[in-house]
């Protein structure tokens, strides 16, 4: 394996070329998308299919340069790629070099991908995914709505090329920022770039990523440690996932690059246990990297080493604060401590210690190659950049979307995401998941970045958007997010711990209809007492989804407190099931069903529900022959 | 160094690790539940939480103090913070204050009281958890836990144990031996330390009071007590008195008045311990090994090295623990009808400590298949029997203890303090003009302020190496180095709580710097008082040695472990 | 008493890692995924091997969700209730499941330990709302009809093995 070693600038050159060619040779390059959305609707068995076909097809090749990979050209060649992000459409298929990108493609699409497309360079009409408004069919990429609002900085390369293959992220151009640095750049040239830059963490706090380097790279103790942060614990968000799945590289490169900034020599990647396969092409990513010299030791040849290791979390939310971070990949309970001091002066191993996320770590080797200046020159002054979204929930479009800073949320649900499914009204968007809070109608047209949406009383945090419709009762959505919180809390400090569940325990009792005039001062009591008093940043933001709902939407609490009742229809004790008298043929069936006794009546007189007995199980619904039951 | 505002007023600061340190030093008893100067900081009760000038919120036990910085420390919405923050703990906390053995003393009770606290506005989660009686120290209850991590600390941090730790999160969390094992079937070694840092009842000491008031009761027992040196400086405070005072004259007032027919001093017992102890080391000295000799005085210490240093225990002295010398002395002593008149006797020993109440139990301590004491009081359960009877301690006439084994040297009296047990012994050692030998030994290093201290004792122009070591987690680091060949001593003295018995664990609890001074100086001050100095040189000690013993000392004197 | 291929099976795993308190979390992981679940007697076993304390190895191993010291079933069923499949309705999914396994919120795993039903925070399959997971394998919109179909799929799996 020595042999394949970069052992310069020149040779990574040379081996990024001689990739090129040999993808350029490829005289069709079917990429079927294999992240975790499109895996789970059934993309392997696309690939598998493709890649039988592909086996007895050939296509003409025009030229046949040096192969650096010793594959037989003659048959089309047929890769997994990282995510496109326009998962809901999955499984996806992208045909090189025609451009086309087909959905929901099935095993059985394939062998008419081959005659029509693979052969005869035309277009299956049927797979073309269609604009839902216009109807019209979309040839490629760029001409589907959800792909036209987006500025691809991190997840350029994402889905393009096969995550599994170092060859292919060294024929677009990954680690030539590394090179860039480690050949051309002192240290304290990397960290004024990415000062420069003013890259802000996308973890969630939007600390100045370049200032916790320059933090690290002046303390005394010389050891040090990149961390990843890939612990992407918030429901509702799966960008480092795609992206640790879709481009393992280009993260990778990025801790590198941090590392040579800040004289680190290892390194640790924190992944949720619940990404199976980011751990499955990291790891691979790594054995690979390694293999090329371009991680290890000397890595290029320059003298730099650096090693990086991957350790699986193991279930706890809290672990993607900083502190609980570093105390699990000691092997300790992820429990966050206080600071002082900051993890840049003692964190993981209690040595200074960068921590940034995903996505952060990706961002850096563009701004290295292409300048602070060009990085600031997309987003906002103060926010320069993109940023990724995780789109789902009511939205037409879900999938992973990359924006430039100061995008408003309406060009995202509306643009990209198509609007509300089924033509129903919008009424939130929940953004930062559990320590984050919903923006409503009224706030769709504010900037989005890091200080705007503070300035609104959420955060962006990691990249959550769940888009909620009139159906959504927003009572319901805060319960959620707070029994969330209160099931993931540590347990360490009184607030946190006592607190959420002292919040819960009013929330449940809420959305069961049994709601006391007091309850929302109760709320906010104790919402201000943990916001001030909590321990560790994430259960100081644990109140924030019941504080903006409260702020965002009172009348809806008033309506489950006051008059028992859910708006939006959602909460189960508070629904009514009613008999309609016209419709009720006194048949019984329904009094027989009920488990509670709550119906009665006499033949030819329509029955009735006694609410006060009413369990609200559904069972009459079931039982009744003319539908003559529903649901207020 | 630096100034800062406290509450408007100018506090100077040096070296004070956080600013907590330097609003206690400024006179204000900030509240906490979970910080103990000598532990790691966890920052879990937040209820030091201070303002800054900007309205920034900060736990002070965590932030460093710097110049030019203002706080305040008693806010309307800092007090409104901590009250709620102790009406959250006592929602999910098992509240039968009135019954519970902590009422009164309780850390929690008292802030409530405090902080104002006159309603929960939660709901109460009933308890539900077993206590756990397995061990005959301390009794642990786990509904009262407020999950500070106190216990966990001092018994991983200190005593290098963790017999108890963390277990679940969120609110399933407890402190709990693994798979909520009971506590005796841990490494736990009774130190007790758990119980002296838990803020609430959670976890008490396990009392013997009722078989002892029973047998006081009856005229058919002859019981007796001893007190150790340690007690005499802690109980005067619970009545009042001033801190480290030495109180013996009124416990022993205090206990006749209860109706033990005799009280005896545990000194006299630590006499003996040295007589045996010294011997065996010049036998050890002389034959060249093994070394170090080790001490075995403390329970809790010889647990754990059955526990984690079998290798290292035929170092331990064979010589019983003074309690033991005096138990079973006394055993004989009444076994003459002459003395025990026809009566049954029960032998109560009055301790510091909890890991006594386990050591009394101990196989190989028993003789004739016998305990030598039959029950072990602590310091705290005296004090509750006193309170109890109603007697007025601070008007009791000073009473001496009773003889023969009422008394000890100076050397016995300091065994409760750590390098105590040391000093004592090297001062049977002391040749020449004595006083003045005496005087260079407590130079030496085997006093002072460190877990540790080394020191080299001039012994007829040899060097003694010495080391006196408290906490067990210091001592596991000592016999680590000593079993790596790294160090060398002749002569080891343990003790398994920090600064020795005076902090043990069935001391009175909340022990600050302050009292941990005082109770040290008041044995050293008694020790000063004392005319007789050294062990060897007690007469009614050397006395015994041609009447009740005669030529049985491996049979009276000695366990038979090895 | 544990069988002795249990602890044949750690030895091998225990000598991947270097004998430190930070492997203590990937061995688990491993022991887990072999057993699926962490037999309770190789925990001071392992404990010793890298020189924590049982109740240490207990503090961290009891702290993280993903470790089991009961037994689970062949298959585990992780219903994600994250934000964007809880507002597309998982919990109708979780109940059915439930309710064809005879399980609740208290009853994990089934008596014939075939199957374990669990919820989980997020997949990271929210595009695909709602979500499950069959071991590693995502199961993506599904509906209480699917899930009932997906038992009878994996019982079918079962009976040809």
Redesign the interface.
């Known amino acids: 394996m020595s042999s394949r070693r970069v052992r310069s600038h020149q040779e990574l050159n040379t081996l990024r070329e001689n990739f090129e060619n040999t993808i350029k040779a490829e005289p069709v390059r079917i990429l079927v998308c294999a992240g975790?959305?499109c895996?789970?609707?059934g993309s392997l068995k696309v690939w598998e299919k493709m890649s039988e076909l592909a086996k007895n097809t050939s296509v003409q090749v025009e030229f046949a340069p040096e192969i650096a990979h010793g594959e037989n050209f003659e048959h089309p060649a047929v890769h997994k790629s990282g995510c496109l992000g326009?998962?809901?459409q999955?499984p996806l298929v992208r045909i090189e070099p025609l451009g086309v990108l087909y959905t929901k493609v099935t095993p059985d699409d394939c062998g008419e991908i081959f005659e029509t497309t693979v052969k005869n360079k035309e277009v299956v009409h049927r797979l073309l995914y269609k604009n839902k408004i216009t109807g019209e069919e979309c040839f490629n990429q760029s001409e589907i709505p959800f792909y036209k609002g987006q500025t691809r900085v991190v997840l350029k390369t994402c889905g393009t090329i096969d995550p599994e293959s170092v060859e292919e992220a060294i024929s677009v151009g990954t680690y030539q920022a590394l090179a860039k640095a480690l050949f051309t750049m002192k240290p304290e040239d990397v960290i004024q770039t990415v000062l420069d830059s003013k890259l802000r963490g996308r973890g969630g706090g939007g600390f100045v990523a370049g200032k916790k380097w320059q933090q690290v790279a002046a303390q005394p103790e010389k050891t040090r440690y990149i961390v990843c942060n890939g612990d992407?614990?918030?429901?509702?968000?799966?960008m480092d996932?795609?992206i640790m799945e879709g481009d393992p590289h280009r993260m990778i490169e990025g801790m590198i690059i941090a590392a040579y900034a800040v004289g680190a020599q290892e390194g640790y990647i924190y992944v949720?246990?619940?990404?199976?396969l980011a751990v499955k092409r990291l790891t691979l990513a790594i054995k690979q990297a390694t293999e090329f010299g371009l991680l290890g030791d000397n890595i290029m040849g320059s003298g730099f080493n650096f090693h990086l290791h991957i350790?699986?979390?193991?279930?706890?939310?809290?672990c993607g604060e900083g502190s609980a971070l570093t105390a699990?990949?000691?092997?300790?309970?992820?429990?966050p401590?206080?600071?002082?001091p900051r993890t840049v002066e003692q964190g993981l191993f209690a040595k200074p210690t960068v921590l940034n996320n995903v996505e952060t770590y990706a961002n850096v080797p563009q701004i290295i190659l292409s300048g602070a200046d060009w990085y600031k020159s997309i987003g906002t002054p103060d926010s320069p950049g993109t940023k990724t979204f995780?789109?789902?929930?009511?939205v037409r479009n879900?999938?992973?979307v990359e924006v430039p800073f100061g995008i408003t949320p309406r060009e995202i649900i509306f643009n990209i995401g198509g609007g509300i499914r089924g033509d129903k009204k919008f009424k939130a968007v929940?953004i930062g998941?559990p320590s984050g809070g919903c923006l409503t109608e009224e706030q769709l047209d504010e900037p989005l970045d890091f200080d705007s949406v503070k300035r609104l009383g959420v955060i962006v945090g990691s990249g959550?958007l769940?888009v909620?419709d009139e159906d959504?009762c927003m009572v319901e959505?805060a319960r959620?997010?707070m029994d969330?919180t209160?099931?993931?809390?540590?347990?360490?400090?009184?607030?946190c711990?006592?607190?959420t569940?002292?919040m819960l325990?009013i929330l449940e009792r809420i959305v069961a209809g049994q709601g006391e005039e007091d309850d929302i001062n109760?709320l906010r009591?104790?919402a201000d007492?943990i916001i001030?008093?909590?321990?560790c940043g994430l259960g100081k933001s644990a109140p924030l989804p019941v504080i903006s709902t409260l702020n965002a939407f009172p009348e809806e609490y008033e309506a489950h407190i006051k008059d028992k009742k859910c708006p939006a229809h959602v909460c189960q004790k508070l629904k009514q099931y009613i008999i309609n008298p016209e419709l009720c043929k006194s048949c019984s069936k329904c009094a027989r069903g009920c488990p509670v006794q709550a119906i009665s009546g006499q033949p030819k007189v329509p029955y009735e529900i006694d609410q006060t007995k009413c369990i609200k199980c559904g069972a009459c619904i079931s039982a009744c022959p003319f539908k003559a039951i529903y649901v207020a | 160094m630096g100034t800062m505002k406290i509450d408007g007023y100018p506090v100077e600061f040096t070296d004070e690790p956080n600013i907590l340190s330097v609003i206690r030093k400024a006179g204000i008893d900030l509240p906490t539940l979970c910080y103990h100067s000598e532990l790691s900081i966890y920052g879990a009760c937040r209820l030091c939480n201070v303002e800054d000038e900007k309205g920034r919120m900060f736990a002070s036990c965590s932030e460093r103090p710097r110049d030019g910085m203002s706080i305040k420390t008693s806010t309307p919405r800092l007090v409104r913070y901590r009250r709620m923050l102790i009406e959250l703990m006592l929602a999910s906390h098992h509240r039968d204050c009135t019954t519970c053995v902590k009422n009164g003393d309780c850390e929690l009770q008292n802030l409530a009281h405090r902080l104002g606290v006159n309603s929960v506005p939660w709901g109460y989660r009933q308890p539900k958890h077993k206590k756990d009686f397995s061990s005959p120290s301390i009794v642990r209850d786990p509904d009262k836990c407020i999950l500070c991590g106190d216990c966990v600390r001092v018994c991983d941090d200190i005593q290098g144990i963790n017999a108890i730790d963390f277990a679940n999160r969120g609110t399933e969390a407890m402190v709990i031996p693994a798979f909520n094992k009971s506590i005796a079937d841990t490494d736990c070694v009774n130190c007790g330390q758990c119980r002296v840092v838990c803020p609430t009842g959670a976890i008490s000491i396990n009392t013997n009071i009722r078989p002892v008031w029973e047998a006081l009761a009856d005229p058919n027992i002859k019981v007796f007590a001893q007190v150790a040196p340690a007690v005499r400086v802690a109980a005067g405070q619970a009545f009042g008195g001033p801190k480290g005072e030495n109180v013996m004259g009124k416990i022993v007032a205090a206990l006749h008045r209860l109706g033990f027919d005799e009280v005896y001093d545990t000194t006299f017992g630590a006499d003996m311990t040295i007589l045996e102890e010294s011997k065996e080391f010049l036998e050890v000295y002389k034959k060249g090994g093994p070394f170090p000799l080790l001490t075995s005085c403390c329970p809790a210490w010889v647990k754990f090295c059955e526990n984690r240093w079998p290798e290292f225990v035929p170092n331990i002295s064979t010589s019983y623990s003074p309690i033991q010398m005096l138990g079973s002395i006394a055993r004989e002593y009444y076994a003459d009808p002459a003395h025990n008149e026809g009566k049954k006797i029960l032998s109560v020993g009055i301790m510091p400590c909890t890991a006594k109440k386990a050591e009394i139990l101990r196989e190989d301590l028993k003789r004739d298949g016998k305990q030598n004491i039959d029950y072990v009081l602590t310091t705290e359960e005296m004090i509750t029997m006193i309170k109890r009877a109603g007697i007025d301690f601070n008007e009791l006439e000073s009473e001496a203890a009773d003889m023969p084994f009422g008394m000890g040297s100076g050397g016995g009296v300091i065994f409760g303090n750590s390098g105590g047990v040391m000093e004592a012994a090297l001062r049977t050692l002391c040749e020449g003009s004595e006083r003045l030998e005496i005087e260079k030994l407590r130079q030496s290093g085997v006093r002072g302020p460190g877990a540790l201290r080394e020191f080299v004792f001039n012994y007829k122009g040899n060097e003694i190496k010495a080391a006196v070591v408290s906490g067990l987690a210091e001592a596991n680091a000592l016999l680590q180095r000593i079993h790596n060949g790294e160090s060398f001593y002749h002569f080891v003295e343990v003790m398994a709580c920090r600064r020795g018995c005076i902090m043990g664990g069935g001391q009175p609890a909340h022990g600050g710097y302050k009292t941990k001074e005082a109770r040290k100086h008041g044995l050293y001050e008694s020790d000063v008082n004392t005319q007789i100095k050294k062990s060897n040189e007690n007469p009614t000690a050397l006395a015994i040695y041609d009447t009740l013993i005669k030529g049985r000392e491996h049979e009276l004197l000695h366990s038979h472990k090895h | 008493m544990l069988d002795s291929s249990f602890y044949t099976k750690a030895d091998e795993i225990l000598s991947k890692h270097p004998a430190q308190e930070r492997s203590l979390i990937p061995i688990l992981h491993e022991i887990q995924e072999s057993y699926n679940y962490v037999p309770v007697e190789l925990l001071p076993y392992i404990a010793k091997h890298i020189g924590i304390s049982e109740t240490k190895a207990y503090s961290v191993a009891s702290f993280y969700e993903r470790f089991s010291f009961e037994p689970k079933g062949k298959y585990i069923i992780r219903v994600c209730d994250g934000t964007a499949c809880h507002v597309r309705q998982s919990l109708p999914v979780l109940e059915r499941l439930r309710a064809e396994l005879n399980l609740s919120d208290k009853k994990h795993t089934t008596d014939d330990m075939l199957f374990t039903v669990e919820t989980v925070s997020c997949l990271g399959a929210c595009s695909l709302a709602p979500a499950l997971m069959v071991n590693d394998h995502v199961h993506p919109a599904m509906t209480p009809d699917k899930a009932t179909k997906l038992l009878q799929d994996l019982r079918e799996e079962e009976a040809k093995s």
Do not use: W
Not at chain 1, 328 to 335: A, D, L, T, Y
């Open positions: 975790t959305g895996q789970a609707s326009f998962c809901e999955g992407e614990g918030d429901p509702g968000a799966f996932c795609s949720r246990a619940e990404y199976p350790n699986r979390g193991a279930g706890a939310f809290v699990s990949i000691e092997g300790k309970r992820g429990m401590r206080v600071k002082p995780a789109l789902t929930g009511a879900t999938g992973l929940q998941g959550g769940v909620m959504t959505v959620f997010f969330f209160h099931r993931e809390s540590c347990g360490k400090c009184v607030p711990r006592e607190g569940l002292r325990e109760k009591t104790l007492l001030h008093t909590a321990l």
